[in-house]
């Protein structure tokens, strides 16, 4: 069957960019400046304590036979133990997790509000004001450093006219505890609709940030794609007949052209998880940047490798998430997957 042929060769493609990106950040860490041993020892071990951590973390042996017993425990999910917080890997991950998706889909959301009509609009209004105002702005917003727009967003928008909050997820009147691990939803349960909304307020300016840096590439495709449809012959056909513009549109242009976006938004996903690193940081959300800045400021190898994988596991499968999107909805991509229709 397609699907399982599918399945198979991208995880098994997956399982093989995964262990050369494991090894790939292992082998730089071991040449970061820093002593993980002392970090684990803590600040005022002695050298017979640095020594005993060295000789625990396995650190004492050679290179490459600490890469293969990493791996080996890496196959049985088991990612080690922070050297900063001696707590599981997979537990901080956990904690953190939860924040980045929750950053991402809410920059997704906004994007495809903003992207998807300012797309059909210049589209349809192709070589005119309207179109080269919306190009230029796409290709001008496509260009700014992730940094400096959070960094001048959250100066003036939260500083200057305190419009939102400057940081953090939520206000500290509001006590959330952790069901979920989404803020938004925590917060709804813990403090009602007034909390929800408050970490709601918290998220909307990171979230814009990471929407306006990506959906310049969303508004091109779109806008390329709604273009190219326009000009197929069903849809001349349905204009001579007099279907309304907003019908046209609607019904036929707009569901022909989701395929390239399914695609980007699928890659982009990955991609902006990576990029909420910055985000997060600058922004002060407990996310997966914050572990990961943590990770490298405290020389924890286990945690950043960690946060590395996870990220990597993220963009594969959001990878072959959107393969079987685009196998379900376009017929000649599953011919593809059969060999050709055999």
């Excluded at 020594?51 to 049985?76: M, S, T, W």
């Excluded at 903003?114 to 349809?124: F, K, Q």
């Excluded at 976006?261 to 002060?284: P, W, Y």
């Excluded at 997966?288 to 990220?311: F, M, R």
């Amino acid at each position: 069957m397609w699907i399982v042929r599918l399945v198979s060769r991208r995880v098994a493609l997956g399982v093989i960019t995964l262990i050369a990106l494991a090894a790939a950040v292992f082998f730089i860490s071991t040449l970061v400046p820093g002593d993980p041993a002392r970090v684990a020892a803590g600040e005022n071990a002695t050298a017979d304590q640095i020594a005993a951590a060295r000789e625990n973390l396995g650190l004492d042996k050679p290179v490459i036979i600490q890469f293969f017993l990493y791996l080996g425990r890496l196959l049985h999910g088991d990612l080690g133990m922070s050297i900063s917080t001696h707590s599981p890997v997979t537990e901080g991950l956990f904690d953190a997790l939860p924040t980045t998706f929750e950053l991402v889909l809410m920059s997704i959301i906004l994007m495809l509000v903003v992207a998807l009509p300012a797309a059909t609009i210049a589209a349809l209004r192709r070589g005119g004001a309207g179109d080269q105002a919306l190009r230029t702005s796409a290709v001008f917003t496509a260009g700014i450093p992730t940094f400096w727009l959070a960094l001048l967003v959250q100066f003036f928008i939260g500083g200057k006219l305190q419009i939102l909050p400057l940081s953090g997820a939520v206000s500290r009147q509001y006590s959330v505890d952790r069901v979920t691990g989404f803020m938004l939803i925590d917060a709804t349960i813990s403090g009602g609709a007034e909390a929800g909304w408050d970490a709601f307020l918290h998220l909307l300016m990171p979230s814009a940030v990471l929407a306006v840096l990506f959906g310049a590439q969303l508004f091109r495709a779109l806008r390329t794609e709604i273009i190219r449809v326009l000009a197929r012959e069903h849809i001349a056909v349905a204009r001579s007949k007099g279907v309304p513009p907003l019908t046209l549109v609607m019904h036929h242009v707009l569901p022909n052209s989701i395929g390239p976006a399914i695609t980007i938004l699928g890659v982009q996903f990955g991609m902006m998880v990576g990029s909420a690193v910055l985000v997060e940081s600058i922004f002060a959300l407990p996310g997966l940047g914050s572990y990961l800045t943590n990770a490298v400021g405290s020389a924890d190898v286990n945690a950043l490798l960690g946060a590395v994988l996870v990220t990597g596991l993220v963009v594969v499968t959001a990878s072959l998430v959107v393969d079987l999107l685009q196998a379900v909805r376009d017929p000649r991509v599953r011919a593809a997957q059969n060999g050709g229709g055999r």
